[in-house]
């Protein structure tokens, strides 16, 4: 007896691939009552929201981190062609570097060299149709972020694998996360998994459980950057800039 011959290439791998990861790591859905953001008894070894020097640390829902063996990005929805990615696949991709300052909606600011990749690309493979105007964005601690697709466009927003010269941390959402500095932090997604094309806008984990809006555009008004002592600045909105920042 013979066996048809297996048609096994990468790409019939990248959507086994997809599949697979899709079903592992599409995150459980959280309400409001299982938010630990206010709970002062979790064990250290979890990321969780920490006020260290340089950088604060803030992740809602306090998990263990992201292993590489088992992450794989999966970016699908209302496209042509659906594609999984693993770590490596990333760095295949055009890299772009900037420093921008990452505003939290609770006051600070702090700032980082920031090291990756321009949504166009992701773009120009998976071929989304025309109505799909929106994108969601999940990621493997149960939280997740809604843009417009021009957002996402704009040359300042990327998909962030290095920080500050080193590949992320485990805490600033390693293996990858989305900086985008026009918008509070709370936009900026770390430990991204699943990013889909759509045709309506969905809302977002802090419109959900806190009073945030989805748009998240930084307001005019007061700053508290880390790397001035925390004194208060006024900023007009948008990125946010300070004079002692060398221009962008
Ligand atoms: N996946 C995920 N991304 C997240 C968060 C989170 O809880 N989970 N917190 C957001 C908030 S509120 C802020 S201010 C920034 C903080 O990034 P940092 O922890 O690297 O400082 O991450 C954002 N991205
Ligand atoms: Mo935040």
Same mark, same amino acid.
């Given at each position: ?6 048609? $096994? @290439? ?9 599949? *697979?990861?899709? =079903? ?26 920490? +006020? ?13 981190? !992201?292993?590489?063996?088992? /992450? %794989?990005?999966? !970016? ?12 490596? +696949? *990333?760095? %295949? ?14 006051? /600070?600011?702090?700032?980082?060299? /920031?090291?990756?990749?321009?949504? +166009?690309?992701? !773009?120009?493979? !998976? ?11 999940? =990621?493997? @601690?149960?939280?997740?972020?809604? $843009? ?10 990327? $998909? ?17 996360? *989305? ?35 989805? +748009? ?29 920042? @060398?221009?962008?």
């Amino acid at each position: 007896m013979t066996f048809p011959s297996l048609k $096994f @290439d990468r790409r019939n791998f990248l959507k086994i691939f997809s599949l *697979l990861t899709l =079903s592992a790591l599409t995150p459980k859905k959280v309400g409001a009552g299982e938010d630990f953001r206010n709970d002062k008894n979790i064990p250290e070894k979890y990321i969780q929201n920490r +006020d260290t020097p340089g950088f604060h640390i803030r992740s809602a829902n306090p998990f263990f981190g !992201v292993d590489t063996q088992s /992450w %794989g990005l999966a !970016v699908g929805g209302m496209v042509e062609n659906p594609v999984g990615l693993a770590y490596e +696949d *990333l760095f %295949g991709l055009k890299m772009y570097s900037q420093v921008s300052r990452l505003k939290c909606v609770e006051c /600070w600011s702090a700032k980082a060299k /920031w090291e990756g990749f321009r949504f +166009d690309e992701l !773009v120009k493979k !998976v071929r989304p149709a025309p109505s799909a105007k929106f994108v969601y964005i999940q =990621s493997a @601690d149960s939280y997740y972020e809604s $843009f417009l697709l021009d957002e996402l466009l704009q040359p300042r927003a990327l $998909f962030v694998l290095r920080m500050d010269g080193q590949p992320l941390s485990r805490e600033h959402g390693f293996p990858l996360r *989305l900086i985008i500095p026009c918008k509070y932090g709370y936009k900026n997604i770390k430990y991204i998994t699943r990013i889909q094309f759509l045709d309506s806008r969905k809302r977002n984990y802090w419109a959900i459980n806190g009073p945030y809006s989805v +748009d998240g555009t930084i307001q005019p008004g007061v700053d508290h950057p880390l790397d001035f002592r925390k004194k208060p600045l006024p900023i007009n909105g948008g990125e946010v800039f300070h004079f002692f920042d @060398d221009p962008a």
